[in-house]
Structures are given as structure tokens and as C-alpha cells.
């Protein structure tokens, strides 16, 4: 008896984390041979696994529409480690220019962002990707 509960409690254990493995995705739904800057404004800095996300409203050039758009980072503590962020790195209200790789889908506003720089500190913030979105 003492076996079977033990295989029980192993089994349980092995398959707590699956869920989570399963809900994390790649970043193949964008568009790594383009990348757009937006001159905008932090709404948002969402700091939270598995992975951050930072929502700005901008313009992709001068005639454009201001937009909002959904710009995803790499996990919290890769962040923090590889990269210097902290979760008050960027802030609401921040201007901000940002280089991201867009959607595929060209009415999806998101992206995998590459670098956002603070327009009035000249303050740089890279991500997971710290090479540039160039040279991939």
C-alpha cells in the first residue's frame, strides 16, 4: 500500500509542471526579416513569467496613426540578469522608441521587442535578443 501511494504522490509530482511546459510558445508567429521603430508612449510594463510584456501607443512613422501595440520580451529573470531591467525599468507615461520584429499578420499590433530606449534619458533596455534584430 505503502508503494502504490508512493507512486501516487511521484506520478502527481511529475506531471505538476507539465502545464506550464505546455502553455510556453516560441516567438515564430513574428516576422524576424522586418523590424519597425515606434515612437511612443509606455502604457504598460507587464512584469510576469513566462514572459514580459511592455504595451505602447506610438506611431510607426511621422503621417501614421498613433496605435497600441503588445510588445513581448523574454522571461523576468533572463531580463534582470542579461540585460539590466528591473520591473520599474520603463514606466507609464515614458516616451519611448522602440525596435521590435512585427506579426506576421500585418493587423496583429504586436511584436518580439528588440530594444526600447527612454527618448528623454537616451537610457537603452535590450532584451533576450541582445544581439541586433539585423543580423538575424
Not at 1 to 12: S, W
Not at 17 to 37: F, I, P, R
Not at 90 to 95: A, Q, T
Request: aromatic share 6%; charged share 20%; hydrophobic share 40%.
Amino acid at each position: 500500500m505503502k508503494l502504490a501511494k508512493g507512486a501516487v504522490a511521484l506520478v502527481c509530482l511529475m506531471t505538476a509542471g507539465l502545464g506550464s511546459a505546455a502553455a510556453h510558445h516560441s516567438m515564430t508567429m513574428y516576422d524576424k526579416s522586418k523590424v519597425v521603430t515606434i515612437d511612443g508612449t509606455v502604457v504598460e510594463l507587464r512584469w510576469s513569467n513566462p514572459h514580459v510584456f511592455l504595451i505602447v501607443t506610438g506611431k510607426v512613422n511621422e503621417g501614421g496613426e498613433a496605435v497600441t501595440w503588445t510588445l513581448e520580451t523574454s522571461a523576468p529573470v533572463r531580463l534582470e540578469r542579461e540585460a539590466g531591467w528591473s520591473p520599474n525599468a520603463l514606466r507609464p507615461g515614458d516616451h519611448v522608441r522602440v525596435e521590435l520584429n512585427p506579426h506576421w499578420e500585418a493587423d496583429n499590433r504586436s511584436g518580439r521587442l528588440w530594444r526600447a530606449v527612454i527618448v528623454d534619458t537616451g537610457q537603452e533596455f535590450g532584451t533576450q535578443y541582445l544581439d541586433s534584430p539585423r543580423r538575424q
